[in-house]
């Protein structure tokens, strides 16, 4: 069965770093595009970060310059570093294979004063 398995995230204090993954797992494929979603309390999930099979990525306004998204060789696991981190970081983190529409679990990143 085709899942997105994610990991990192935590707690730390403002200007803190935090490294999340999420791994394709059921299938090797080359999955094409894939993103970084997150959800704060009372808010909509938004878009964070993507990337697509070359690599290129684009990133939300509110964390350019701070996060950066990757993935390893082949294309299974993708990762968003964050550094810098502000308490309005604060979120559910999610990812996400567009093809798919296929979600990670989540997991929470939070980020005190």
């Known amino acids: 069965q085709l899942r997105l398995v994610q990991s990192g995230g935590g707690s730390v204090q403002t200007g803190g770093s935090l490294r999340l993954s999420c791994a394709i797992s059921g299938r090797s494929f080359s999955p094409g595009a894939m993103a970084w979603y997150r959800q704060a309390p009372g808010k909509e999930r938004e878009v964070v970060a993507t990337?697509?099979?070359?690599?290129?990525?684009n990133y939300a306004d509110s964390v350019k310059g701070r996060f950066t998204i990757s993935k390893d060789k082949t294309g299974q696991i993708i990762y968003l570093q964050m550094n810098n981190l502000k308490p309005e970081d604060t979120a559910e983190y999610y990812c996400r294979l567009p093809r798919f529409d296929l979600w990670g679990q989540g997991t929470q990143v939070t980020v005190s004063l």
């Open positions: 990337i697509i099979a070359n690599g290129q990525a």
